[in-house]
């Protein structure tokens, strides 16, 4: 069954360090989003990506990075600079026809 | 620019008891609306979704019609189910950003037996 996987789905992080979240789809969707979802609020979008080696930053792009060398792969790069990288991350991916986003279970950080 | 405004909660509901959660949004011309429903410490699961004026989309139960008129996309459900609990949020997407989605802070809903 297509679907997009993000691994993992529990990471901790002590202060100081990169850590890097996977996201990987298989429905050969041309887009792929990164959202973070803080306890009781929406969605913030952090990147993302409308074609392969190509992405935008979103609202709350500082302190993180993100690639797309391939169409099925969209890594988040939660970074030191990022001043409080605790929350859920969540991958999304969409075709370019509006049907609508596909999410992945989400990755819980926590900068420990 | 675009935007998703949803009723706040939490909404706690007895089991058969009826449902409405409210949207509205901003947008020009003629954007798509949804409905995405999350449960704890999951994504998001797409619950229906509506993609010109006077369409209704449905699913599980669940309702919502696209109404220009009052940029509104309210979801209801008619009897309620303790599996229900979740939390909703509405989001629009418009051909002119590029499929880049807007979503609402999302309500959370609790149903008790």
């Known amino acids: 069954d297509g679907g997009i996987t993000q691994s993992p789905k529990y990471l901790f992080r002590k202060e100081g360090q990169n850590v890097t979240l996977s996201c990987e789809q298989n429905l050969n969707h041309d887009a792929m989003y990164w959202y973070r979802q803080d306890p009781g609020q929406g969605l913030r979008l952090i990147y993302y990506?409308?074609?392969?080696?190509?992405?935008q930053k979103g609202d709350i792009a500082e302190g993180y990075s993100v690639s797309r060398e391939k169409k099925e792969s969209f890594p988040l790069t939660v970074t030191s600079a990022q001043k409080n990288p605790t929350a859920f991350y969540l991958c999304?991916?969409?075709?370019?026809?509006?049907?609508?986003?596909?999410f992945g279970s989400g990755t819980r950080l926590t900068v420990v | 620019g675009d935007s998703v405004t949803q009723m706040e909660g939490p909404v706690t509901l007895s089991e058969e008891a009826f449902l409405t959660i409210n949207c509205t949004y901003t947008a020009t011309g003629y954007p798509s609306l949804f409905w995405y429903v999350q449960y704890p410490g999951e994504g998001l699961q797409l619950l229906l979704k509506a993609t010109k004026a006077d369409d209704k989309g449905s699913n599980k139960g669940f309702e919502a019609t696209y109404r220009k008129e009052t940029t509104s996309f309210h979801l209801e459900k008619g009897s309620v189910q303790v599996s229900d609990s979740a939390v909703y949020f509405c989001a629009l997407t418009h051909p002119n950003t590029g499929n880049q989605f807007y979503f609402g802070t999302g309500t959370s809903l609790t149903v008790i037996p």
């Open positions: 999304a991916s969409s075709s370019t026809r509006g049907a609508g986003y596909t």
């Open positions: 990506s409308q074609i392969v080696n190509d992405f």
